[in-house]
T-cell receptor, first 111, second 113 residues
């Protein structure tokens, strides 16, 4: 059972365009994280959001946690080729607050 | 800091053979996770240890899979016997429990022929 669904699954855009990736669930999470993974490597943490409605910015990336703590979005402004990668959301749940990952969004930014 | 270290990076084996994947977490981290990543199912949590004790192994696919953490600096994931459908990238990750920042290794690419 996949707790977190991401959309779109694949995204190919031109350099300079804006994009938004969505992470949705019917479950409530104590916190939610976004990771980026490059080929041949493990995911690397970008941000953690904890409070419903929270917005965090990391340079050109804006992360939002839904008010009900069930969903999140990642918005990238003026995408660059270096943003290319697999973006994964992960929600914390369970007795040890373990993280369950979403289905992933594969982003390609074309120069 | 060397980060989370996994070995081997690549493993090719034949169906029915035993496979052992190894992980050395970051020193001082007391939580360790094993994940499996495939195109079809994404990144799945297999098992989670806290202070070397397995807390949740509900993600382990079946009895052919087992994981141990004999001490704070070493963990293994064993598949016996292996099957072609076990082919995937297996990741180990660790964190300081109160920090909630997961650090991943580079993964083991397993191919079962």
């Amino acid at each position: 059972t996949q707790l977190l669904e991401q959309s779109p699954q694949f995204l190919s855009i031109q350099e300079g365009e804006n994009l938004t990736v969505y992470c949705n669930s019917s479950s409530v999470f104590s916190s939610l994280q976004w990771y980026r993974q490059e080929p041949g490597e493990g995911p690397v943490l970008l941000v953690t959001v904890v409070t419903g409605g929270e917005v965090k910015k990391l340079k050109r990336l804006t992360f939002q946690f839904g008010d009900a703590r069930k969903d999140s979005s990642l918005h990238i402004t003026a995408a660059q080729p270096g943003d290319t990668g697999l973006y994964l959301c992960a929600g914390a749940q369970g007795p040890g607050n373990q993280f369950y990952f979403g289905t992933g969004t594969s982003l390609t930014v074309i120069p | 800091d060397a980060g989370v270290i996994q070995s081997p990076r690549h493993e090719v084996t034949e169906m029915g053979q035993e496979v052992t994947l190894r992980c050395k977490p970051i020193s001082g981290h007391n939580s360790l996770f094993w994940y499996r990543q495939t195109m079809m199912r994404g990144l799945e949590l297999l098992i989670y240890f806290n202070n070397n004790v397995p807390i949740d192994d509900s993600g382990m696919p079946e009895d052919r899979f087992s994981a141990k953490m004999p001490n704070a600096s070493f963990s293994t994931l064993k598949i016996q016997p292996s099957e072609p459908r076990d082919s995937a990238v297996y990741f180990c990750a660790s964190m300081v429990a109160t920090n909630e920042k997961l650090f991943f290794g580079s993964g083991t690419q397993l191919s079962v022929l």
